[in-house]
Protein backbone atom coordinates (compact mmCIF):
# COMPACT_ATOMS: atom_id res chain seq x y z
CA UNK A 1 0.00 0.00 0.00
CA UNK A 2 1.49 3.26 -1.14
CA UNK A 3 0.32 5.82 1.66
CA UNK A 4 -1.06 8.85 0.96
CA UNK A 5 -2.08 10.39 3.91
CA UNK A 6 -0.95 13.81 5.19
CA UNK A 7 -2.22 15.34 8.73
CA UNK A 8 -4.16 18.18 7.94
CA UNK A 9 -5.23 20.94 5.27
CA UNK A 10 -1.97 22.83 5.96
CA UNK A 11 0.26 20.18 4.88
CA UNK A 12 -1.72 19.62 2.14
CA UNK A 13 -2.07 22.21 0.91
CA UNK A 14 1.65 23.42 1.47
CA UNK A 15 2.87 23.79 -2.58
CA UNK A 16 -0.53 25.88 -3.45
CA UNK A 17 0.82 29.30 -5.11
CA UNK A 18 -0.66 32.59 -6.49
CA UNK A 19 -2.05 32.26 -10.08
CA UNK A 20 -2.58 28.66 -10.22
CA UNK A 21 -5.36 26.57 -11.85
CA UNK A 22 -7.56 24.62 -9.61
CA UNK A 23 -10.43 22.43 -10.50
CA UNK A 24 -13.11 21.90 -7.43
CA UNK A 25 -15.40 19.58 -6.65
CA UNK A 26 -19.04 19.97 -5.60
CA UNK A 27 -22.54 20.59 -7.16
CA UNK A 28 -23.76 23.60 -5.41
CA UNK A 29 -22.98 23.14 -1.61
CA UNK A 30 -23.04 19.56 -2.04
CA UNK A 31 -20.06 17.62 -2.06
CA UNK A 32 -17.63 20.91 -1.72
CA UNK A 33 -14.22 20.48 -0.35
CA UNK A 34 -15.30 22.92 3.12
CA UNK A 35 -11.81 22.30 4.75
CA UNK A 36 -9.64 22.97 1.74
CA UNK A 37 -11.60 26.54 0.75
CA UNK A 38 -10.98 27.61 3.95
CA UNK A 39 -7.55 27.03 4.26
CA UNK A 40 -7.39 29.06 0.64
CA UNK A 41 -9.23 31.83 2.33
CA UNK A 42 -6.91 32.04 5.26
CA UNK A 43 -3.68 31.56 3.31
CA UNK A 44 -4.92 34.69 0.97
CA UNK A 45 -3.70 32.56 -1.97
CA UNK A 46 -4.80 35.16 -5.05
CA UNK A 47 -5.23 34.84 -8.51
CA UNK A 48 -7.20 31.72 -8.68
CA UNK A 49 -8.34 30.11 -12.00
CA UNK A 50 -11.25 28.22 -10.69
CA UNK A 51 -12.73 25.70 -12.32
CA UNK A 52 -15.95 24.29 -10.50
CA UNK A 53 -19.61 23.37 -11.66
CA UNK A 54 -20.93 26.34 -9.24
CA UNK A 55 -19.29 29.49 -7.22
CA UNK A 56 -21.07 28.30 -4.23
CA UNK A 57 -23.44 31.46 -2.52
CA UNK A 58 -22.03 34.63 -0.92
CA UNK A 59 -21.08 33.70 2.16
CA UNK A 60 -20.15 30.08 1.70
CA UNK A 61 -18.64 27.30 -0.41
CA UNK A 62 -16.53 29.36 -3.43
CA UNK A 63 -18.54 32.43 -2.11
CA UNK A 64 -15.77 32.41 0.36
CA UNK A 65 -12.95 33.14 -2.30
CA UNK A 66 -14.93 35.24 -4.27
CA UNK A 67 -15.58 37.71 -1.61
CA UNK A 68 -12.14 38.50 -0.88
CA UNK A 69 -11.72 38.74 -4.56
CA UNK A 70 -9.18 35.88 -4.70
CA UNK A 71 -10.44 34.41 -7.98
CA UNK A 72 -9.17 35.92 -11.34
CA UNK A 73 -11.47 33.86 -13.90
CA UNK A 74 -13.96 30.80 -12.99
CA UNK A 75 -14.76 28.51 -14.94
CA UNK A 76 -18.53 27.14 -14.15
CA UNK A 77 -21.33 26.01 -15.66
CA UNK A 78 -24.33 28.08 -13.01
CA UNK A 79 -23.43 30.56 -10.80
CA UNK A 80 -27.02 32.09 -10.20
CA UNK A 81 -26.87 31.57 -6.50
CA UNK A 82 -24.18 33.52 -5.85
CA UNK A 83 -25.16 37.59 -6.29
CA UNK A 84 -21.58 38.57 -5.66
CA UNK A 85 -20.33 36.27 -8.56
CA UNK A 86 -22.84 37.93 -11.07
CA UNK A 87 -22.24 40.96 -9.91
CA UNK A 88 -18.41 40.60 -10.10
CA UNK A 89 -19.01 38.99 -13.53
CA UNK A 90 -21.17 41.87 -15.10
CA UNK A 91 -18.79 44.65 -13.93
CA UNK A 92 -15.71 42.78 -15.61
CA UNK A 93 -13.69 42.61 -12.38
CA UNK A 94 -13.47 38.51 -13.19
CA UNK A 95 -13.16 36.90 -16.04
CA UNK A 96 -15.77 33.95 -16.52
CA UNK A 97 -16.33 31.66 -19.25
CA UNK A 98 -19.99 29.50 -18.82
CA UNK A 99 -19.08 26.26 -19.68
CA UNK A 100 -22.84 23.37 -20.56
CA UNK A 101 -22.48 21.17 -16.98
CA UNK A 102 -22.20 18.07 -19.26
CA UNK A 103 -19.24 19.61 -21.28
CA UNK A 104 -17.29 20.78 -17.97
CA UNK A 105 -17.45 17.21 -16.22
CA UNK A 106 -16.40 15.48 -19.52
CA UNK A 107 -13.30 17.83 -19.63
CA UNK A 108 -12.53 16.84 -16.29
CA UNK A 109 -13.01 13.38 -16.88
CA UNK A 110 -10.60 13.88 -20.57
CA UNK A 111 -8.10 15.27 -18.06
CA UNK A 112 -8.58 12.25 -16.19
CA UNK A 113 -8.02 10.04 -18.45
CA UNK A 114 -5.46 11.15 -21.17
CA UNK A 115 -7.64 12.59 -23.67
CA UNK A 116 -6.62 15.87 -25.02
CA UNK A 117 -9.64 17.06 -26.49
CA UNK A 118 -13.24 15.63 -26.96
CA UNK A 119 -16.08 16.01 -29.71
CA UNK A 120 -19.45 17.17 -27.61
CA UNK A 121 -22.54 18.24 -29.56
CA UNK A 122 -23.29 20.43 -26.47
CA UNK A 123 -23.74 24.49 -27.38
CA UNK A 124 -22.54 23.98 -31.34
CA UNK A 125 -24.77 27.22 -32.81
CA UNK A 126 -24.55 28.79 -29.43
CA UNK A 127 -22.26 31.60 -27.81
CA UNK A 128 -20.08 28.26 -26.42
CA UNK A 129 -19.12 27.43 -29.68
CA UNK A 130 -17.28 30.83 -31.06
CA UNK A 131 -14.11 30.14 -31.77
CA UNK A 132 -14.45 26.45 -31.55
CA UNK A 133 -13.43 24.04 -33.93
CA UNK A 134 -16.16 22.12 -35.11
CA UNK A 135 -16.72 19.31 -37.15
CA UNK A 136 -19.88 16.65 -38.50
CA UNK A 137 -19.99 13.29 -37.41
CA UNK A 138 -23.32 11.06 -39.25
CA UNK A 139 -25.15 14.38 -40.13
CA UNK A 140 -24.25 16.01 -36.58
CA UNK A 141 -22.55 18.74 -35.87
CA UNK A 142 -20.06 18.71 -32.80
CA UNK A 143 -17.60 21.19 -31.13
CA UNK A 144 -13.81 20.01 -29.92
CA UNK A 145 -13.75 20.39 -26.14
CA UNK A 146 -10.06 20.64 -24.76
CA UNK A 147 -9.34 18.38 -21.66
CA UNK A 148 -8.67 21.05 -18.72
CA UNK A 149 -5.80 21.45 -17.56
CA UNK A 150 -4.90 22.36 -13.89
CA UNK A 151 -2.33 22.57 -10.93
CA UNK A 152 -4.71 20.99 -8.49
CA UNK A 153 -7.46 18.95 -7.82
CA UNK A 154 -9.49 19.18 -4.67
CA UNK A 155 -11.88 16.66 -4.00
CA UNK A 156 -14.32 15.83 -1.07
CA UNK A 157 -15.33 12.39 -0.03
CA UNK A 158 -17.56 10.28 2.22
CA UNK A 159 -14.71 7.85 3.00
CA UNK A 160 -11.33 7.35 2.06
CA UNK A 161 -8.66 5.66 3.34
CA UNK A 162 -4.76 5.91 3.40
CA UNK A 163 -4.32 4.58 0.32
CA UNK A 164 -6.54 7.27 -1.21
CA UNK A 165 -9.28 5.71 -2.28
CA UNK A 166 -12.28 7.28 -2.14
CA UNK A 167 -15.98 6.27 -1.67
CA UNK A 168 -19.06 9.28 -2.33
CA UNK A 169 -22.36 9.63 -0.38
CA UNK A 170 -25.62 10.12 -2.20
CA UNK A 171 -25.08 13.52 -4.36
CA UNK A 172 -22.20 14.60 -3.00
CA UNK A 173 -20.16 12.55 -5.63
CA UNK A 174 -20.96 14.52 -8.65
CA UNK A 175 -17.99 16.63 -9.88
CA UNK A 176 -15.47 14.97 -7.38
CA UNK A 177 -15.75 11.74 -9.44
CA UNK A 178 -14.03 12.86 -12.72
CA UNK A 179 -12.37 15.67 -11.40
CA UNK A 180 -9.74 13.26 -8.98
CA UNK A 181 -6.66 12.90 -11.27
CA UNK A 182 -7.65 15.46 -13.93
CA UNK A 183 -5.38 18.22 -12.33
CA UNK A 184 -1.41 17.76 -11.62
CA UNK A 185 -1.88 16.95 -8.50
CA UNK A 186 -5.15 15.72 -6.29
CA UNK A 187 -6.15 16.30 -2.66
CA UNK A 188 -8.89 14.87 -1.09
CA UNK A 189 -10.73 15.75 1.90
CA UNK A 190 -13.08 12.82 3.87
CA UNK A 191 -15.02 12.94 6.69
CA UNK A 192 -14.14 9.48 7.96
CA UNK A 193 -10.03 8.74 6.78
CA UNK A 194 -9.86 5.14 7.72
CA UNK A 195 -6.39 2.76 7.64
CA UNK A 196 -6.15 0.47 4.34
CA UNK A 197 -8.03 -2.41 4.41
CA UNK A 198 -10.88 -1.22 5.79
CA UNK A 199 -13.06 -0.27 2.61
CA UNK A 200 -13.99 -2.80 0.85
CA UNK A 201 -12.34 -2.90 -2.52
CA UNK A 202 -15.51 -3.62 -4.80
CA UNK A 203 -17.73 -0.71 -3.17
CA UNK A 204 -14.60 1.84 -3.50
CA UNK A 205 -15.89 4.71 -6.13
CA UNK A 206 -11.96 6.38 -7.35
CA UNK A 207 -8.99 4.16 -6.99
CA UNK A 208 -6.47 5.96 -5.15
CA UNK A 209 -3.95 5.92 -7.53
CA UNK A 210 -6.18 9.21 -8.94
CA UNK A 211 -4.88 10.97 -5.29
CA UNK A 212 -1.60 12.04 -3.85
CA UNK A 213 -2.58 13.41 -0.93
CA UNK A 214 -5.73 12.54 1.72
CA UNK A 215 -6.49 14.16 4.35
CA UNK A 216 -9.58 13.78 7.79
CA UNK A 217 -11.61 17.13 7.30
CA UNK A 218 -13.27 18.19 10.07
CA UNK A 219 -16.23 20.47 10.97
CA UNK A 220 -18.30 20.02 7.96
CA UNK A 221 -21.15 22.49 7.45
CA UNK A 222 -23.05 20.39 4.99
CA UNK A 223 -25.01 23.04 4.26
CA UNK A 224 -28.80 22.82 2.28
CA UNK A 225 -29.35 25.28 -0.15
CA UNK A 226 -32.92 24.83 -0.39
CA UNK A 227 -34.63 22.87 2.04
CA UNK A 228 -37.69 21.36 0.28
CA UNK A 229 -39.97 19.37 2.05
CA UNK A 230 -43.44 18.18 1.29
CA UNK A 231 -46.44 17.38 3.91
CA UNK A 232 -47.53 14.97 6.11
CA UNK A 233 -50.80 14.11 4.62
CA UNK B 1 -55.78 29.64 -20.16
CA UNK B 2 -53.36 26.80 -18.17
CA UNK B 3 -51.97 27.73 -14.83
CA UNK B 4 -47.96 26.29 -14.68
CA UNK B 5 -49.67 23.28 -12.63
CA UNK B 6 -52.12 22.66 -15.77
CA UNK B 7 -49.28 22.87 -18.31
CA UNK B 8 -47.15 19.95 -16.31
CA UNK B 9 -50.53 17.95 -16.19
CA UNK B 10 -50.82 18.16 -19.84
CA UNK B 11 -47.07 17.61 -20.01
CA UNK B 12 -47.28 14.22 -18.03
CA UNK B 13 -49.59 13.07 -20.55
CA UNK B 14 -46.51 12.78 -22.42
CA UNK B 15 -45.01 10.35 -20.30
CA UNK B 16 -44.26 6.79 -21.86
CA UNK B 17 -44.41 3.76 -19.61
CA UNK B 18 -40.45 2.37 -18.84
CA UNK B 19 -39.65 6.25 -19.75
CA UNK B 20 -36.28 7.85 -18.01
CA UNK B 21 -36.83 11.24 -17.61
CA UNK B 22 -35.15 14.53 -16.74
CA UNK B 23 -36.90 17.02 -15.46
CA UNK B 24 -35.55 21.01 -16.03
CA UNK B 25 -36.53 23.51 -13.05
CA UNK B 26 -39.31 25.42 -12.68
CA UNK B 27 -42.71 24.22 -14.65
CA UNK B 28 -40.70 20.57 -15.15
CA UNK B 29 -40.33 19.87 -11.88
CA UNK B 30 -44.22 19.72 -11.43
CA UNK B 31 -44.57 17.02 -14.00
CA UNK B 32 -43.62 14.60 -11.50
CA UNK B 33 -46.84 15.23 -9.37
CA UNK B 34 -49.08 14.04 -12.54
CA UNK B 35 -47.55 10.74 -13.15
CA UNK B 36 -50.15 8.99 -15.37
CA UNK B 37 -52.03 5.99 -13.65
CA UNK B 38 -50.40 2.44 -14.90
CA UNK B 39 -47.36 3.62 -16.20
CA UNK B 40 -43.52 3.65 -14.94
CA UNK B 41 -41.22 6.32 -15.06
CA UNK B 42 -37.95 6.86 -13.22
CA UNK B 43 -36.47 10.54 -12.94
CA UNK B 44 -32.98 11.47 -13.70
CA UNK B 45 -31.70 14.19 -11.93
CA UNK B 46 -28.04 15.38 -13.84
CA UNK B 47 -26.31 15.93 -10.89
CA UNK B 48 -26.30 12.08 -10.32
CA UNK B 49 -29.21 10.34 -9.46
CA UNK B 50 -31.80 7.83 -11.04
CA UNK B 51 -35.16 7.22 -9.39
CA UNK B 52 -35.35 10.41 -7.50
CA UNK B 53 -38.49 10.91 -5.52
CA UNK B 54 -40.29 13.46 -4.05
CA UNK B 55 -39.74 16.61 -1.36
CA UNK B 56 -39.05 14.72 2.00
CA UNK B 57 -41.20 15.32 5.23
CA UNK B 58 -39.65 17.79 7.29
CA UNK B 59 -36.26 16.47 10.00
CA UNK B 60 -35.40 14.28 7.50
CA UNK B 61 -33.72 16.13 4.49
CA UNK B 62 -30.48 15.17 4.11
CA UNK B 63 -27.83 17.38 2.78
CA UNK B 64 -25.90 14.74 0.31
CA UNK B 65 -29.33 14.09 -1.17
CA UNK B 66 -30.13 16.94 -3.67
CA UNK B 67 -31.65 17.60 -7.02
CA UNK B 68 -30.71 19.23 -9.80
CA UNK B 69 -32.17 22.64 -8.56
CA UNK B 70 -30.96 22.22 -5.35
CA UNK B 71 -33.41 21.09 -3.18
CA UNK B 72 -33.55 17.91 -0.80
CA UNK B 73 -35.08 15.14 -2.26
CA UNK B 74 -35.84 11.70 -1.54
CA UNK B 75 -35.31 8.26 -3.50
CA UNK B 76 -37.38 5.61 -5.01
CA UNK B 77 -36.64 1.77 -4.69
CA UNK B 78 -33.98 1.01 -7.28
CA UNK B 79 -32.52 4.45 -7.16
CA UNK B 80 -29.02 4.54 -8.04
CA UNK B 81 -26.16 7.34 -7.41
CA UNK B 82 -23.86 8.43 -10.14
CA UNK B 83 -20.79 11.07 -10.62
CA UNK B 84 -21.56 13.66 -13.40
CA UNK B 85 -19.60 12.51 -16.16
CA UNK B 86 -21.85 9.34 -15.90
CA UNK B 87 -24.86 11.42 -15.25
CA UNK B 88 -24.33 13.44 -18.85
CA UNK B 89 -23.49 9.78 -20.42
CA UNK B 90 -27.14 8.79 -19.70
CA UNK B 91 -27.91 11.99 -21.66
CA UNK B 92 -25.50 12.35 -24.33
CA UNK B 93 -25.55 8.52 -25.10
CA UNK B 94 -29.78 8.93 -25.43
CA UNK B 95 -29.83 6.80 -22.69
CA UNK B 96 -32.76 9.39 -21.22
CA UNK B 97 -36.11 9.08 -23.10
CA UNK B 98 -37.74 12.32 -22.17
CA UNK B 99 -36.10 15.89 -21.39
CA UNK B 100 -38.82 18.46 -20.86
CA UNK B 101 -37.22 21.54 -20.32
CA UNK B 102 -38.72 25.52 -20.28
CA UNK B 103 -37.29 28.12 -22.25
CA UNK B 104 -37.69 31.65 -22.70
CA UNK B 105 -38.08 31.56 -26.55
CA UNK B 106 -38.39 28.98 -29.18
CA UNK B 107 -38.17 29.75 -32.78
CA UNK B 108 -39.42 28.22 -36.10
CA UNK B 109 -36.33 26.88 -36.94
CA UNK B 110 -36.53 24.78 -33.98
CA UNK B 111 -33.76 27.06 -32.02
CA UNK B 112 -34.33 27.30 -27.79
CA UNK B 113 -32.92 30.53 -25.48
CA UNK B 114 -33.66 29.91 -22.31
CA UNK B 115 -30.30 30.80 -20.30
CA UNK B 116 -29.01 34.62 -20.44
CA UNK B 117 -30.68 37.58 -20.67
CA UNK B 118 -27.66 39.72 -21.88
CA UNK B 119 -26.22 42.87 -19.16
CA UNK B 120 -29.51 41.23 -16.91
CA UNK B 121 -29.32 37.64 -16.61
CA UNK B 122 -26.54 36.35 -16.57
CA UNK B 123 -26.53 32.63 -14.22
CA UNK B 124 -24.99 30.33 -16.74
CA UNK B 125 -26.84 27.25 -18.87
CA UNK B 126 -26.31 24.65 -16.38
CA UNK B 127 -27.06 21.22 -17.97
CA UNK B 128 -29.56 22.67 -20.27
CA UNK B 129 -27.44 22.79 -23.91
CA UNK B 130 -26.29 19.14 -23.17
CA UNK B 131 -30.25 18.17 -22.69
CA UNK B 132 -31.58 19.66 -25.39
CA UNK B 133 -28.29 18.97 -27.61
CA UNK B 134 -28.56 15.03 -27.03
CA UNK B 135 -31.86 14.46 -25.82
CA UNK B 136 -34.34 12.21 -28.15
CA UNK B 137 -37.18 13.65 -27.33
CA UNK B 138 -37.82 17.63 -26.02
CA UNK B 139 -40.96 19.12 -24.63
CA UNK B 140 -40.87 22.41 -23.59
CA UNK B 141 -42.80 24.02 -20.80
CA UNK B 142 -43.43 27.70 -21.04
CA UNK B 143 -46.00 30.64 -21.09
CA UNK B 144 -46.55 31.53 -24.15
CA UNK B 145 -45.81 35.13 -24.18
CA UNK B 146 -43.35 37.22 -21.44
CA UNK B 147 -44.23 39.08 -19.03
CA UNK B 148 -44.58 42.18 -21.34
CA UNK B 149 -46.88 40.57 -23.36
CA UNK B 150 -44.91 39.97 -26.07
CA UNK B 151 -44.92 36.60 -28.22
CA UNK B 152 -42.32 33.73 -27.06
CA UNK B 153 -43.37 31.84 -29.93
CA UNK B 154 -40.98 33.54 -32.94
CA UNK B 155 -39.16 33.25 -36.45
CA UNK B 156 -35.53 33.91 -34.70
CA UNK B 157 -34.71 33.95 -31.51
CA UNK B 158 -33.69 37.09 -30.17
CA UNK B 159 -31.91 36.38 -26.88
CA UNK B 160 -28.35 34.01 -26.68
CA UNK B 161 -29.42 30.53 -27.98
CA UNK B 162 -29.31 27.30 -25.80
CA UNK B 163 -29.41 24.81 -28.55
CA UNK B 164 -30.52 25.15 -32.27
CA UNK B 165 -32.53 22.20 -34.54
CA UNK B 166 -34.11 20.78 -31.10
CA UNK B 167 -37.39 22.01 -30.81
CA UNK B 168 -40.27 19.30 -31.22
CA UNK B 169 -43.24 19.75 -28.95
CA UNK B 170 -44.11 22.77 -27.24
CA UNK B 171 -46.40 23.08 -24.51
CA UNK B 172 -47.75 26.71 -23.15
CA UNK B 173 -50.51 28.32 -21.38
CA UNK B 174 -52.43 28.24 -24.40
CA UNK B 175 -51.93 25.64 -26.67
CA UNK B 176 -50.01 22.20 -27.78
CA UNK B 177 -47.74 22.76 -30.93
CA UNK B 178 -45.62 20.44 -32.91
CA UNK B 179 -42.44 22.15 -34.80
CA UNK B 180 -42.62 20.34 -38.56
CA UNK B 181 -40.13 21.07 -41.18
CA UNK B 182 -39.71 25.01 -40.18
CA UNK B 183 -43.30 25.37 -39.11
CA UNK B 184 -45.56 25.20 -35.65
CA UNK B 185 -48.52 23.06 -36.44
CA UNK B 186 -51.04 24.25 -33.66
CA UNK B 187 -52.41 20.90 -32.00
CA UNK B 188 -54.80 21.25 -29.10
CA UNK B 189 -56.18 24.74 -27.28
CA UNK B 190 -56.34 25.50 -24.08
CA UNK B 191 -59.68 25.27 -22.39
CA UNK B 192 -61.59 28.28 -23.09
CA UNK B 193 -58.73 29.76 -25.33
CA UNK B 194 -59.71 30.70 -29.26
CA UNK B 195 -57.63 29.76 -32.34
CA UNK B 196 -57.57 33.54 -33.07
CA UNK B 197 -56.18 34.52 -29.41
CA UNK B 198 -52.99 31.34 -29.56
CA UNK B 199 -52.24 33.22 -33.40
CA UNK B 200 -52.19 36.82 -31.97
CA UNK B 201 -49.86 35.38 -28.95
CA UNK B 202 -47.65 33.81 -31.85
CA UNK B 203 -45.30 35.59 -34.08
CA UNK B 204 -44.08 32.29 -35.85
CA UNK B 205 -45.54 30.59 -38.56
CA UNK B 206 -48.48 28.93 -37.43
CA UNK B 207 -49.67 25.90 -39.10
CA UNK B 208 -53.58 25.29 -38.42
CA UNK B 209 -55.50 22.22 -39.92
CA UNK B 210 -58.83 21.74 -39.76
CA UNK B 211 -60.57 21.87 -36.05
CA UNK B 212 -58.28 22.32 -33.15
CA UNK B 213 -59.21 20.45 -30.13
CA UNK B 214 -59.11 21.51 -26.81
CA UNK B 215 -56.75 19.61 -24.49
CA UNK B 216 -58.63 16.92 -22.26
CA UNK B 217 -57.01 15.99 -18.89
Same mark, same amino acid.
Given at each position: ?????????????????????????????????????????????????????????????? &??????????????????????????????????????? &???????????????????????????????????????????????????????????????????????????????????????????????????????????????????????????????????? | ????????????????????????????????????????? $???? $???????????????????????????????????????????????????????????????????????????????????????????????????????? $????????????????????????????????????????????????????? $???????????????
Amino acid at each position: MINKKVDNVQTALQDVKDGMTFIVGGFGLCGIPENIIAELVRLNVRDITCISNNAGVDDFGL &GLLLKQKQIKKMIASYVGENAEFERQMLSGEMEVELTPQ &GTLAEKCRAAQHGFPAVWVAAGYGTEVGEGKESREFDGKMYLLEMAYKADFSFVKAWKGDEAGNLIFKGTARNFNAPMAGAGKITIAEVEELVPAGELDPNQIHIPGIFVQRIFQGEKYEKRIEQRTVRQRV | MLSKEQIAQRIAKELKDKFYVNLGIGIPTLVANYIPQGIEV $EFQS $ENGILGMGPFPFEGEEDPDLINAGKQTITTMPGAVFFDSAMSFGMIRGKHVDLTILGAMEVDQNGAIASWKIPGKLVKGMGGAMDLVASAENIIVAMMHTNKQG $ESKVLKNCSLPLTGVNCVKKVVTNLCVMELVDGKFHLLERAPGISVEEIQAAT $EADLVIEGEIPEMVF
